[in-house]
């Protein structure tokens, strides 16, 4: 089975620019999640989505942003991009099922930097 | 307000064993995983404890105390692959989530030889 993939791997945008990320989650999976990962602030939530709707909501700015498509792909949208915002993105799924642990599967992530 | 704390580096020889402590203050508990991550690379399960007790999966042990906010991961038999940082991270207790997980800092571990 195909493991979490995001895309692209690596970008590099200049302050002001928006982007946006890419999630394909395991098959099967519902939930996908995202978080921002920084050397200073370590892995933080920034939302979870279950069936194209959000169900959680980290401390971000309203730059950031996401959507699920009905095949559970998601996507993350992070406008008006700010120096701070250099950081690796990290996307991950997990089966979201009532009775067990749902462990979340990472993506390799995505390597944002904001010059 | 949720709070995560755990060493920010331990470093151990080559086949001994190594104890992360994590402790936490959340507003909810609905489990608490540990990840491994090396360098430049995504995050990877390793355990989970919802009950209290210590659950073994190989070298790797985990226990949780409830009621202390308490949690270590127990490394035995330590081998140089295992140098990562090893993320303790809690689930709230929240209906229809499944993927809103609260991260410690990490502990980077340092295998010598």
């Known amino acids: 089975k195909a493991g979490v993939t995001q895309t692209p791997r690596y970008l590099i945008k200049t302050r002001g620019q928006q982007v946006t990320l890419s999630c394909s989650p395991i098959s099967g999976h519902r939930s996908v999640s995202w978080y921002q990962q920084t050397p200073g602030q370590g892995l933080q939530f920034l939302f979870e989505y279950f069936s194209e709707t959000q169900r959680n909501k980290g401390n971000f700015p309203g730059r950031f942003s996401g959507r699920q498509f009905s095949n559970s792909r998601s996507e993350m949208n992070v406008s008006t991009l700010e120096l701070g915002d250099s950081a690796l993105y990290l996307c991950?799924?997990?089966?979201?099922?009532?009775?067990?642990?749902?462990?979340?599967?990472f993506g390799p992530g995505t390597r944002l930097t904001v010059l | 307000g949720q709070n995560i704390d755990q060493p920010t580096e331990m470093t151990a020889t080559e086949g001994a064993i190594v104890q992360i402590n994590c402790t936490y203050q959340?507003?909810?508990?609905?489990?608490l995983f540990w990840y491994q991550q090396h360098a430049g690379e995504a995050p990877t399960f390793l355990s989970y404890n919802v009950l209290d007790g210590l659950e073994e999966k190989g070298r790797f042990s985990s226990f949780l105390s409830r009621s202390k906010g308490y949690s270590y991961l127990l490394l035995k038999e330590l081998q140089m692959k295992d140098s990562a940082s090893y993320l303790c991270?809690?689930?709230?207790?929240?209906?229809?989530?499944?993927?809103?997980?609260?991260f410690g800092a990490g502990t980077q571990v340092v295998v010598t030889p």
């Open positions: 959340t507003s909810g508990f609905n489990g």
């Open positions: 991950a799924s997990s089966l979201a099922e009532r009775g067990v642990y749902n462990e979340q599967f």
């Open positions: 991270a809690v689930r709230e207790a929240a209906t229809d989530s499944w993927g809103k997980l609260q």
